[in-house]
């Protein structure tokens, strides 16, 4: 059974060598599973004909009968064009065609009945519709009330005659064959509760469905499947890594209580306090913790860091974070190495550009126990670095970081891996979280230091660039600083630093008496760091920058961010960047400056960057955007892999999934009762292929 669906699609009547050459480069389809899970992107309505009269522009495809009253054509020989006067018992409309007007002239007869299928557009105050499908009418396509399946192809696959008609006629074919074969993949309790169709059902009327009801069942009952799926193999993974790893236990809290009632600066947020909870129990409980806390720019993320590694360094452990770039290391380390040196403990950092003599004191003092707190790069990593034990280990905006890298520093341990905690500054919406670390605990920091404002965002076009100028020297003489912001995109790199570069003399013409900052990637460490510094020191007042400032500059006095061109950032960039202003107590501006031509997409990311502050909520659109391969790089993990669920618009779905999958293994982790047979035949099926276990094999 299982080796008909990794059939080679040559095997099927109408494919052959050639095609099917062309089907496995241009679709990456190669067996009969594939082409099966070929699924449409969209239905033509063919359920009802229309009269003339009811026709509008607005309208998608739609579809008429009736005769051609008459036909010309129209123009010079090399411009010629067809138009067909089509009339039905209410009215008459155009039908035209600019190309292949002799093939499709052979083709038509006065008086006789046509069924037409296209798309209406208006032409000055008439409608008509160009190149439309028109075959004559017969006793099958009269009963019309079917959906036709549109399916992706490509230039080259129309060129050999396999469109999307082409493509459904085959998959049809192979349906016939298949229908037999598609066994259940999921449990019948299942079934039950979730009112899910049979798999056979799924499979068939998702390619011909016969009404609008049978098509959402279909839809519904394949994205389940295979969130469903997708969902049993992260919490698989978290079993097994809970009954694998065990953690090493820290029920000392001396250290954290010295400092949380004598030194901690400022009172914690409902929030900070939950997630600490969080994370002492997973200290406390003998399994390895692996936590992943995300907390919008600003949240308080270091000081819950912080507070994380009293706990690991009061019960006799070290502790380490990870940081991507070196300005974010050392930031982290300054922060941290004020409470550490309150509380008596050794901290030190360890980057690419620290001193030979330095990293063997280093050295030396991790292994011997005497450094407490470790900050770094990738510079952790190294073989070079051992550590007497480490107990907790953190990683920071941790999608920089590649899975190899990572688990080095968890090896760093002989005995038990250290605990584990990933930070992310990147909200990341909730469907996509529990896709992507649903083997992971995610804790979330979801409000903002008390006395913080929230920052004001405004949308100026480019002509009210005088009142921007105007408002930048109100703020400059108040005391505040200002980032002016560039995009550099990789592409047109030249153009782009001549941009920047013409930003930075109008910036410098504008404010004459103000020293002016310039920071961008192609600077070298050392220009930028100087650069960097002055602003920091507040020795300039403004910075013109490309977006080497979205991640860890921390300038508490800089209140206002002005992004040129923020048409062309993506959702998170803009929000990352505008996390740089608000450090401070003053009101802090974001000003997002375009063109007056915005694309609908463009428009969606300025209107939401206005009405929200919330970076969850930025997160949720900029997913249903973009998707979920370009947000996080996801792509090339395969877990996005997906078929038919959509991450942007299927979270409940999704949550209804991970429900289900919880449910079979609470019961049965081990997936050895009968009732579980399907999904243990499905799984041990997949297994060695592929990573999205819901797929036809």
């Known amino acids: 059974m299982q080796g008909f669906f990794e059939t080679p699609i040559e095997f099927l009547k109408g494919v052959g060598p050639q095609k099917a050459a062309l089907l496995n480069k241009e679709l990456d389809i190669f067996t009969y599973g594939d082409l099966i899970q070929h699924y449409p992107f969209r239905y033509e309505d063919r359920t009802r004909f229309y009269h003339i009269r009811e026709v509008d522009a607005s309208m998608p495809y739609i579809q008429l009968k009736g005769k051609i009253r008459h036909l010309e054509t129209v123009g010079p020989p090399r411009k010629r064009r067809l138009v067909v006067y ?30 037409v299928f296209g798309r209406p557009t208006a032409f000055g105050r008439k409608i008509n519709m160009a190149h439309p499908e028109i075959e004559v009418l017969t006793s099958f396509n009269v009963q019309s009330g079917y959906l036709q399946p549109v399916y992706s192809t490509t230039e080259k696959l129309k060129k050999k005659y396999l469109d999307s008609k082409a493509l459904g006629k085959i998959i049809k074919t192979l349906l016939d064959m298949a229908s037999p074969r598609l066994r259940e993949t999921l449990p019948p309790s299942t079934l039950d509760e979730y009112r899910l169709i049979s798999k056979q059902q799924a499979v068939r009327q998702i390619h011909l469905p016969d009404n609008h009801e049978w098509l959402q069942k279909a839809r519904f009952r394949l994205k389940f499947e295979e969130l469903f ?5 992260l919490l698989k993974l978290k079993i097994t890594r809970i009954d694998k790893f065990k953690g090493m236990v820290f ?93 008596g403990l050794r901290i030190a950092l360890l980057t690419g550009s620290t001193k030979a003599g330095e990293r063997k004191i280093i050295h030396s003092y991790l292994k011997s126990g005497e450094l407490h707190i470790l900050v770094g790069t990738h510079a952790l990593i190294e073989e070079k670095v051992q ?3 480490l107990g ?17 520093l968890w090896q760093k341990n002989k005995d038990l ?11 990341i919406p909730r469907t996509l979280a529990m896709t992507l670390y649903g083997d992971l605990d995610i804790s979330t920091i979801d409000e903002l230091p008390a006395g913080r404002k929230p920052i004001k965002t405004v949308h100026r076009y480019d002509s009210h660039r005088l009142k921007v100028n105007g408002f930048l020297k109100e703020q400059i003489s108040e005391g505040r600083q200002v980032y002016v912001v560039y995009p550099l995109i990789e592409e047109s790199e030249k153009l782009d630093l001549k941009h920047l570069m013409d930003g930075y003399e109008s910036i410098c013409r504008a404010f004459p008496e103000m020293p002016v900052s ?67 107590a003053d009101q802090s501006y974001c000003l997002l400056l375009t063109n007056y031509k915005l694309s609908k997409e463009a428009r969606v990311r300025i209107e939401t960057m206005v009405r929200t502050n919330n970076g969850f909520e930025i997160a949720d659109t900029d997913l249903k955007l ?19 669920a959509d991450l942007g618009k299927d979270g409940e779905i999704l949550q209804s999934a991970r429900q289900a999958a919880q449910a079979v293994l609470t019961h049965d982790p081990e997936l050895s009762q009968p009732r579980n047979e399907n999904i243990k035949v499905q799984v041990e099926a997949m297994r060695k292929t592929m990573v999205n276990w819901s797929r036809i094999s």
């Not at 009339?87 to 046509?114: A, H, S």
């Not at 799926?229 to 193999?233: A, E, G, H, I, M």
């Not at 907790?392 to 080095?408: C, M, N, P, T, Y």
């Open 392 to 408: 907790l280990a953190i990683v920071d905006e941790q999608h920089r970081f590649g899975v190899a890298q990572r688990s080095k």
């Open 518 to 584: 310039i920071v961008h990637g192609k600077m070298k460490a050392d220009a930028k760091d100087y650069e960097m510094n002055r602003f920091v020191k507040g020795e300039t007042k403004v910075m013109v920058a490309t977006t080497v400032i979205e991640v860890g500059v921390n300038v508490p006095n800089a209140s206002v961010m002005v992004i040129e061109n923020a048409e062309r950032f993506g959702l998170a960039q803009l929000h990352q960047l505008r996390g740089r202003v608000g450090r401070g």
């Open 251 to 343: 029920d000392s809290a001396d250290l954290l209580n010295t400092f949380y009632h004598e030194h901690l600066p400022f009172e914690l947020t409902g929030a900070q306090k939950k997630v600490i909870r969080e994370i002492y129990r997973d200290m406390r409980s003998s399994q390895q913790m692996n936590r992943l806390l995300q907390g919008d720019v600003g949240s308080g993320k270091t000081i819950v860091a912080f507070i994380c590694m009293l706990l690991a360094v009061g019960s006799g452990t070290q502790a380490a974070l990870m940081a991507p770039t070196e300005i974010l290391a050392i930031q982290h380390y300054n922060g941290l190495r004020e409470y550490a040196q309150k509380m």
């Open 417 to 427: 891996y250290p605990h584990v905690l990933v930070m992310t500054a990147t909200p």
């Open 626 to 644: 973009r998707g979920p391969g370009d947000l996080m790089g996801t792509q090339q993990s395969g877990v996005l892999d997906l078929l038919i």
């Open 229 to 233: 799926y997708v969902q049993l193999r």
């Open 387 to 389: 550590f007497q034990k």
């Open 86 to 115: 089509f009339q039905d018992e209410t009215g008459e409309m155009e039908l035209v065609w600019f190309k292949g007007v002799d093939w499709i002239l052979k083709k038509l007869q006065p008086g006789v009945e046509y069924v």
